[in-house]
């Protein structure tokens, strides 16, 4: 069983930058898939970012591509999501979760283990 726990969110102004960080306990998670999911208020979860277990392979999200980097460092057991350019509309709770490595995927479905969670607000 792999625990997971997101943090670096807060309060950060339109066109800034934020770093999140998923730190990961319990067995190694080394090769398995990570991803990044997000959901605002009254709306869905939302694919953001996958990555491969050796970090070779990432997929994002349209509305992230170009402005987000999803990130990871297998000795430190931590997946990063660098967030730059941010928008309001990125203002949600965003997630950070795991999956046996079986292929890239951007449906929530097809992960495991998820962390609890941390809020990224943007302000106009």
């Known amino acids: 069983q792999v625990q997971l726990v997101e943090s670096g969110g807060g309060l950060v102004q339109a066109g800034g930058s934020m770093r999140l960080s998923c730190a990961a306990s319990?067995?190694?998670?080394?090769?398995?898939?990570m991803g990044w999911f997000r959901q605002a208020p009254g709306k869905e979860r939302e694919f953001v970012a996958t990555i491969s277990w050796s970090g070779a392979s990432t997929v994002y999200g349209n509305s992230v591509k170009g402005r987000f980097t999803i990130s990871r460092d297998n000795a430190l057991n931590t997946v990063y999501l660098q967030m730059n350019s941010l928008k309001p509309e990125d203002t949600a709770v965003y997630y950070c979760?795991?999956?046996?490595?079986?292929?890239?995927?951007?449906?929530?479905?097809?992960?495991?283990?998820w962390g609890q969670g941390t809020q990224v607000t943007v302000s106009s």
């Open positions: 979760a795991g999956r046996l490595p079986n292929g890239m995927s951007v449906a929530s479905k097809d992960y495991i283990y």
């Open positions: 319990g067995r190694t998670f080394s090769r398995d898939f």
